[in-house]
């Protein structure tokens, strides 16, 4: 009788005390967060407001047709969840670059849901050769002052890539006189917009019928703003600690070839890996003269997860509200 009552009374106490250890373990502030979200997950109706701008012109969003597709793209963000929350943890760290080049080249901020459109902030390559956050063809990045040849190719630079778009996005507003067609151009190419406003007498974007891509376009660029503007709004709780925290570092710049990229990379403690991480327009192992400007190479002060961390007032606190969890 003790040998069958034995492995009943193990069983008990092994439950009582994972049960115990359970509720030390959800007592803590990131288990409790994740105890949250397995309670409160649900399929909603986006918002959509009756009121929205873009580049600072106004969203025809009281016409049905053109709040059906906006409500079309909102969808797809929301419950893509993958990727918007990717992207939501890397446009804190890359924003703040990118909005300063905006205001410097007094282009819209809103124009920084753009590069999510083209790229979600990363280094894409497209079927078509496009590159980079801002996904320059080859020859477009040339023509405006980007360096691309077998060593580096700066449509994947932060800071240089940006401020070419910039350029980019002036010239195309200048031509076709509003940025919302600047951005449905950057999508399609300046002569089929020019074609479009042509053929069908109008010169409004939403009302101007296009292919699906650049129909899309420009509805997707607004459905990133609303998200990212209010994410909570649109179920996306991330916390503060959860975002990825602006680099620390120092750009350097550099008019002189460096021969050996990895043993330059030694001298600031970093590896080759890490240089390329936090330097994707690097390509090779040597970097020659620059031909024109000299090269802006990032070197991080800090690499420690946890030093950022530390940083934060509130790393519990849900990003965009006053909600801690």
């Known amino acids: 009788m003790k040998c069958k009552l034995l492995p009943f009374l193990f069983s008990i106490l092994f439950s ?36 929205i701008s873009i580049f600072g012109e106004p969203v025809p969003i009281e016409n049905i047709m053109v709040r059906e597709k906006l409500e079309k793209e909102v969808l797809a963000v929301m419950y893509w969840h993958s990727r918007t929350i990717l992207v939501l943890k890397k446009a804190y760290r890359f924003f703040p670059w990118i909005e300063s080049i905006l205001k410097e080249e007094n282009i819209p901020s809103d124009f920084k849901y753009l590069a999510i459109a083209e790229s979600e902030l990363s280094t894409a390559v497209s079927p078509a050769g496009a590159t980079g956050y ?20 700066e449509r994947n630079h932060i800071l240089k890539s940006t401020r ?5 996005l002036r010239h195309l507003k200048n031509s ?45 660029i607004i459905a990133y703003k609303l998200i990212f503007e209010s994410p909570t709004t649109y179920g996306f709780f991330l916390r503060n600690k959860d975002l990825y925290q602006p680099w620390q570092g120092k750009w350097i710049q550099i008019d002189t070839a460096i021969n050996n990229l990895i043993e330059w990379a030694n001298q600031f403690h970093l590896s080759y890996a890490e ?22 190479i990032f070197i991080p002060s800090q690499k420690e997860y946890s030093f950022y961390i530390k940083e934060l007032k509130n790393p519990n606190q849900i990003a965009g509200d006053t909600i801690t969890l």
Do not use: H
């Open 16 to 51: 009582f005390l994972v049960f115990l250890g359970a509720k030390k373990y959800f007592s803590r502030a990131n288990d409790k967060y994740f105890q949250v979200q397995k309670q409160s997950y649900r399929i909603f109706q986006p918002y959509i407001p009756d009121s």
């Open 134 to 153: 801002w996904q320059f063809l080859k020859s477009t990045g040339k023509s405006y002052g980007l360096t691309i040849n077998e060593y580096v190719d």
């Open 164 to 168: 070419a778009a910039c350029k980019y």
């Open 176 to 220: 076709l006189g509003s940025y919302t067609l600047a951005a449905a151009a950057y999508n399609a190419g300046p002569q089929r917009i020019s074609s479009a406003i042509s053929m069908q007498k109008n010169k409004n974007y939403f009302f101007l019928y296009f292919n699906e891509e650049t129909s899309r376009y420009v509805y997707r």
């Open 275 to 296: 240089l390329i991480y936090f330097n994707p327009w690097i390509k090779n192992y040597t970097l020659p003269k620059p031909d024109k400007n000299p090269y802006l």
